[in-house]
């Protein structure tokens, strides 16, 4: 079984979703940045998630909604993304709202991930947007939880990352 099998098994999916969004945004030439839980899975140990985070350039944003409508996709509107789902998956696409990732683009690579080819944003702005994720004191608690995990989980695996940390996250962490 491939990457891209399993990840696809673990989501449910009955379409490689992963696969049809990354095609549109290459074909259409579209800059992009995956972000949040999948990319720390590319620096830490894996762990499991169904939201497969990115950063879509301003301009190229309308383009991709109209595209990802026609092929059956749903785009719904959440104060801080715009969540895509399709009915033969489990997997939600989540495209970042907030323009201070825009600047994500700028420093992303590409990266082998899952077994598909994508530009990864780089681990300071991954930690960057976790921090801003943890701080967001209108998001759920649990995922503010999650956040925090992540944060910690980039700066186990890289210790450089703390001084990005606020002494208030340090000491959360350490209580942990």
């Known amino acids: 079984m491939t990457k891209q099998e399993f990840y696809n098994k673990i989501s449910n999916s009955k379409t490689d979703l992963i696969s049809d969004f990354l095609d549109i945004l290459h074909s259409k030439k579209i800059h992009y940045c995956v972000i949040g839980g999948v990319a720390i899975n590319a620096h830490c140990e894996p762990l499991l998630t169904l939201d497969f985070d990115c ?3 301003v301009e190229g944003i309308e383009k ?3 595209d990802l409508k026609k092929r059956n996709y749903r785009v719904k509107t959440h104060p801080h993304t715009w969540e895509i789902t399709h009915k033969a998956s489990d997997l939600r696409l989540q495209i970042q709202r907030d323009e201070r990732y825009q600047e994500f683009l700028k420093k992303a690579e590409v990266c082998n991930l899952l ?3 994508m530009r990864l944003a780089g681990k300071e702005d991954i930690l960057q947007g976790k921090i801003w994720a943890y701080e967001d004191l209108e998001r759920n608690e649990l995922k503010r939880a999650k956040d925090l995990l992540d944060i910690r ?3 186990q695996r ?3 990352l703390e001084k990005l940390l ?3 996250i ?3 962490i350490k209580e942990e």
Do not use: F, H, N, Q
């Open 55 to 57: 950063v879509v350039i």
């Open 64 to 66: 991709l909604k109209e």
């Open 115 to 117: 077994g598909y080819t």
């Open 153 to 155: 989980r980039l700066v």
């Open 158 to 160: 890289y210790p450089k």
């Open 166 to 168: 606020s002494e208030k």
């Open 170 to 172: 340090k000491r959360k």
